[in-house]
Nanobody
Framework: QVQLVESGGGLVQAGGSLRLSCAAS????????MAWFRQAPGKEREFVAA????????YYADSVKGRFTISRDNAKNMAYLQMNGLKPEDTAVYYC???????????????WGQGTQVTVSS
């Protein structure tokens, strides 16, 4: 089992950057694919990015490809989402999630953080 806590959200102007962090508890962090999802008001939760167990493979939604970078540090039980070139449409609550395997569907993930708000002003 793993517990996840996100941090790093905030208010930023369009074109700015933020780095989200996800701290994981437990000794088996390196056994989980880590992912970021986001949910804007009135919309479904959507996949943003994921990274495999070793960090050697990453996956991105088309909407963030080239702007966002997911990474992990297994020694620190941490996952990160570096967000550059932020747009107002990136405004959402961002969630960290963990699962044994990679999926782009949120329903497949067993473990979730509480979320962190990202607001991008125009």
């Amino acid at each position: 089992q793993v517990q996840l806590v996100e941090s790093g959200g905030g208010l930023v102007q369009a074109g700015g950057s933020l780095r989200l962090s996800c701290a994981a508890s437990g000794r088996t962090f390196s056994s989980y694919t880590m992912a970021w999802f986001r949910q804007a008001p009135g919309k479904e939760r959507e996949f943003v990015a994921a990274i495999n167990l070793t960090g050697g493979r990453t996956y991105y939604a088309d909407s963030v490809k080239g702007r966002f970078t997911i990474s992990r540090d297994n020694a620190k039980n941490m996952a990160y989402l570096q967000m550059n070139g932020l747009k107002p449409e990136d405004t959402a609550v961002y969630y960290c999630a963990a699962n044994a395997l990679y999926y782009a569907q949120s329903a497949r993930y067993n473990y979730w953080g509480q979320g962190t708000q990202v607001t991008v002003s125009s």
